[in-house]
């Protein structure tokens, strides 16, 4: 039933369970610590928990160079470990979604040793060999400036190996049947764990021809997708895939599914990129396009909506003079630059820590239509350390108190360092200390979350985007079971009036953040001030909802 979408209203908190708790001081997270700080994701009003990689792997990409799909890395603990954590997950009414990486194994899985060393291994159809040397190698790097080739020569092998990422990372044959088994297989070991849902890793990637003959623009498999939803929901009816396609608008139907029948959501990278180039130029109009573009038609489709992630902010579909425009406000410098595309800071620092920049990015990913993807350290304004090679820089431990390396290990040593000094050192941002101040950026994440949570009609509700007669201001009206919202945000430093009809109401708006409710003039329309920066919430007034009258 379509009441059954838990992910409709979801709020759902990445983890890397290497960065965010150590239990036994060896300078790793593990999902002992991580199990002891499910209460606070619980306060925070976290729905549903996203671990990036943690099965055995020897660690070149940061977990995403899988070396064994069937075990947990002995870093961070056992199968026993995180049954643990997902049973306490379970326990507090929080569902578990887990990185699915299976585009490519490590060059250390016994998958591709065995294919490597036999052209007779029942393993070889399992990855994708060409015997002479691709003349097209040096095109379609993922890593471009870091990468040389997709193409590796394996002396052992006496052949070519195809991989789309890192040479250590060899492409799987996902075209072959024995593989998409396996890959079945690996999802229902896992639901069988207490597992709810999988990201998948690099969809495009994951379903597209592959060979020396496929080109630089492969034809894809679809069908493969409804084949993963298919099983799924055999074996738990409500799991779902979250899948990983920076696509443009119009591919998007292909990979929801020509009846909604494929993929539940996908992140929308196409408003994630213009939400940045609004943020960066005080001009929504081009939000407002891609918001219109990507309308998903669907009942059971639906769009997860983040600011930051654990990789670079991918600019590559922006105009050149947007790209520009966005670098030069939150880039500026090479060394806060990735692949010639992208930007690899956290959101924090790109916003100078300005607390009105701040509330007004995280209140729009918790208001555009999806649902909100927040990053471990969201909440407290976390910041990078750019002297960590890549995407390292943003990779760093969770900073829980002013403690040595911001209480997250008691250990000598930890994986990464802690960012420390400066205006975002655990010395001084951290869960503790925002705690205790009633006006820090944590407690706001945990108010704003809960009035999330009461306004269904954003994951829910079919939407609208509304003239404001302003291009530095966004206004969007949601309609579901006869409730209706209107959010209103300002990208401007500046106030600006906005004057707009939101629809068919009695006239009166209630402010769901504060007490300044809003009254239509004689002609319908409300005309008020937003604060530079400035956000509103509000509820379309009516019988429906109960308030005392006499407060407006």
Request: charge should be negative; charged fraction near 25%; glycine fraction near 10%.
């Amino acid at each position: 039933m379509i009441s059954d979408l838990w992910y409709k209203n979801a709020v759902i908190y990445c983890i890397a369970v290497e960065s965010f708790m150590d239990s036994d001081g060896d300078g790793v997270g593990d999902f002992r610590g991580l199990t002891r700080r499910l209460d606070y994701l619980h306060g925070l009003g976290v729905t549903a928990i996203w671990l990036m990689p943690f099965q055995a792997s020897p660690g070149k990409d940061d977990g995403y160079d899988v070396s064994d799909y069937y075990a947990v890395d002995p870093r961070y603990g056992t199968l026993g470990d995180f049954v643990e954590f997902t049973h306490g997950a379970k326990q507090r009414g929080m569902r578990v979604l887990i990185d699915l990486v299976v585009n490519h194994t490590s060059d250390q899985h016994p998958w591709f040793k065995s294919a490597r060393s036999d052209p007779k291994s029942p393993y070889r159809d399992w990855y994708v060999w060409s015997k002479k040397k691709p003349n097209n190698a040096d095109k379609g790097m993922v890593f471009p400036g870091v990468q040389k080739t997709t193409w590796t020569r394996d002396e052992k092998a006496d052949a070519y190996y195809f991989h789309r990422f890192y040479d250590f990372q060899p492409d799987l044959n996902t075209a072959n049947p024995e593989v998409q088994a396996e890959i079945l297989k690996i999802m229902g070991f896992w639901i069988q764990l207490g597992v709810s849902g999988f990201r998948m890793d690099a969809v495009p990637f994951v379903i597209a021809d592959k060979g020396a003959d496929a080109g630089l623009n492969p034809k894809s498999d679809f069908q493969m997708l409804r084949t993963f939803r298919e099983f799924l929901q055999w074996r738990l009816g409500d799991s779902i895939i979250l899948g990983e396609a920076n696509i443009v608008p119009k591919e998007a139907k292909k990979y929801f599914g020509d009846d909604g029948d494929r993929l539940q959501m996908m992140f929308n990278f196409h408003v994630n990129q213009n939400l940045f180039y609004a943020l960066a130029s005080s001009d929504a109009q081009p939000l407002s396009k891609a918001l219109n573009e990507t309308k998903p038609g669907y009942d059971t489709a639906q769009w997860g909506l983040f600011l930051r992630n654990h990789d670079e902010l991918d600019l590559g579909r922006l105009k050149d003079d947007q790209r520009a425009k966005v670098f030069a406000e939150f880039g500026p410098d090479k060394s806060m630059q990735l692949y010639d595309r992208g930007i690899r800071r956290r959101l924090a620092p790109m916003l100078k820590a300005d607390r009105r920049r701040l509330e007004l990015a995280y209140s729009l990913m918790f208001t555009l239509p999806g649902t909100p993807v927040m990053r471990y350290g969201d909440e407290i304004g976390m910041g990078d350390d750019l002297s960590l090679p890549e995407r390292y820089c943003a990779r760093t431990p969770m900073q829980w108190s002013s403690e040595p390396h911001g209480g997250f290990s008691k250990g000598k040593k930890t994986y990464l360092p802690a960012i420390s000094g400066g205006g975002f050192g655990f010395e001084t941002v951290n869960v503790a200390e925002q705690r205790r101040d009633k006006d820090s950026l944590l407690n706001w994440m945990e108010r704003i979350i809960r009035m999330r949570q009461e306004v269904p009609e954003i994951g829910w509700g079919d939407y609208t985007v509304l003239p404001l007669g302003t291009k530095t201001a966004l206004g969007l009206r949601y309609d579901w079971r006869n409730n209706s919202v209107v959010i209103l945000h300002n990208f401007d430093p500046e106030p600006r009036e906005v004057v707009f009809d939101p629809g068919a109401d009695d006239g009166v708006l209630i402010d769901l953040l504060s007490d300044r409710h809003s009254k239509a003039d004689k002609d319908g329309k409300h005309r008020l001030t937003l604060e530079g920066y400035g956000y509103r919430w509000f509820r379309l007034g009516g019988l429906n909802y109960l308030l005392d009258r006499s407060d407006i």
